[in-house]
């Protein structure tokens, strides 16, 4: 278990100690989960009551921070509390141990090229024509296909399958249960009601510095590729399409669908479960809220919201009547009776 002192971290962020030089800290906590060897942070005043109640042994604090009564804990002052967590996350990450050797139990084909410094995990399957690139992290139970190429620094968590002819960038991370290649859902109807597979012939491609969470699925091409630019971020249990092409540097939240031969543009942003529908473009810098679903194309820096999606400040204000919506209705049929009654009179 690392553990690291006040003093340390004080150098190390270029911060102020207030309180106990050598307090130490092993872990990192919220404010109020805080205990006993972990270090925490308030980077919220709305947060600040918690610092006083707080376990913790550690709490980072920007400069400007004042208390106003008496701390059981030591503060270390720094000029950017958020951006100073980050380093330290990152430090400690970059400080556990990496996994090495290649495990007896995993399988490698002849054929299969594997880098120099790779860590290869029990009951790992990598096959004929693959190529991994040095400093790789493979854990256990995960199959590369034919074919396969991984870049150098990437990491594939347990139960990832990556389907052969495949590519994976360098510096990449892909988490655990993750399918890479599976075929894209085409299938052609028959006039007895039955179906005729399409056969799937491309691949995916994943460009460098990806992270893809659990248990996300990226089908590859009917013909072509299926590409992920560098600098995507996809979260857990998200469908990828065939030939769906997603840009540089976009991000996307858990259960988002993006149906085949779909284009998300580079630096956009979609929140949790948005639908695109097939054959949709979207163009960069693109904003679109939780559960909207998208059929047509949007243009550059549009924001959308809803289902079917509209753009932002039309969906704020139809929302704001959603509300009055029961209470609209009854007045509309009261007006038609007060109508009716008038015609009658």
């Known amino acids: 278990m690392m553990e690291f002192t006040a003093e340390m971290i004080a150098g190390f962020l270029e911060g102020e100690i207030v309180g106990n030089p050598q307090a130490k800290v092993h872990t990192v906590s919220s404010i109020e989960e805080g205990r006993e060897g972990s270090l925490s942070y308030l980077t919220n005043p709305k947060y600040e009551p918690f610092i006083y109640t707080t376990g913790a042994s550690i709490v980072l604090v920007d400069k400007t921070f004042t208390p106003s009564e008496e701390l059981h804990t030591t503060l270390i002052k720094v000029e950017n509390a958020a951006m100073c967590v980050l380093k330290l996350l990152e430090m400690y990450n970059a400080a556990k141990p990496r996994r090495k050797g290649i495990s007896e139990r995993s399988s490698i084909s002849k054929e299969a090229e594997v880098g120099e410094d790779c860590y290869v995990g029990e009951f790992t399957v990598i096959e004929r024509g693959a190529k991994v690139g040095k400093n790789c992290q493979i854990y256990p139970q995960v199959y590369l296909g034919q074919g396969v190429t991984v870049g150098e620094n990437t990491t594939i968590y347990p139960g990832v399958k990556i389907y052969e002819g495949c590519h994976v960038?360098?510096?990449?991370?892909?988490?655990?249960?993750?399918?890479?290649?599976?075929?894209?859902?085409?299938?052609?109807?028959?006039?007895?009601?039955?179906?005729?597979?399409?056969?799937?012939?491309?691949?995916?491609?994943?460009?460098?510095?990806?992270?893809?969470?659990?248990?996300?699925?990226?089908?590859?091409?009917?013909?072509?590729?299926?590409?992920?630019?560098?600098?995507?971020?996809?979260?857990?249990?998200?469908?990828?399409?065939?030939?769906?092409?997603?840009?540089?540097?976009?991000?996307?939240?858990?259960?988002?669908?993006?149906?085949?031969?779909?284009?998300?543009?580079?630096?956009?942003?979609?929140?949790?479960?948005?639908?695109?529908?097939?054959?949709?473009?979207?163009?960069?810098?693109?904003?679109?809220?939780?559960?909207?679903?998208?059929?047509?194309?949007?243009?550059?820096?549009?924001?959308?919201?809803?289902?079917?999606?509209?753009?932002?400040?039309?969906?704020?204000?139809?929302?704001?009547?959603?509300?009055?919506?029961?209470?609209?209705?009854?007045?509309?049929?009261?007006?038609?009776?007060?109508?009716?009654?008038?015609?009658?009179?």
Do not use: W
Not at 201 to 215: K, R, S, T, Y
Not at 238 to 256: E, F, K, L, P, R
Not at 312 to 338: C, N, Q, S, T, W
């Open 169 to 345: 960038g360098n510096n990449c991370i892909l988490h655990a249960g993750m399918v890479i290649g599976a075929d894209g859902f085409g299938f052609m109807p028959k006039p007895d009601g039955t179906f005729d597979k399409i056969p799937q012939l491309g691949n995916v491609i994943i460009e460098d510095n990806v992270e893809i969470g659990a248990n996300t699925c990226i089908d590859r091409a009917k013909t072509d590729s299926t590409i992920i630019r560098h600098g995507v971020k996809l979260d857990n249990l998200i469908q990828i399409g065939h030939n769906v092409q997603i840009g540089a540097n976009t991000v996307s939240s858990a259960q988002t669908g993006i149906a085949g031969t779909s284009k998300v543009g580079a630096n956009c942003f979609l929140a949790g479960q948005v639908g695109i529908a097939d054959h949709v473009t979207i163009g960069d810098r693109v904003k679109i809220g939780s559960k909207s679903g998208i059929d047509k194309n949007v243009p550059d820096d549009e924001i959308r919201f809803g289902y079917p999606a509209l753009a932002g400040i039309k969906y704020h204000r139809a929302a704001a009547v959603f509300k009055d919506l029961p209470d609209m209705a009854r007045e509309i049929r009261a007006l038609r009776k007060e109508i009716e009654d008038l015609k009658n009179k």
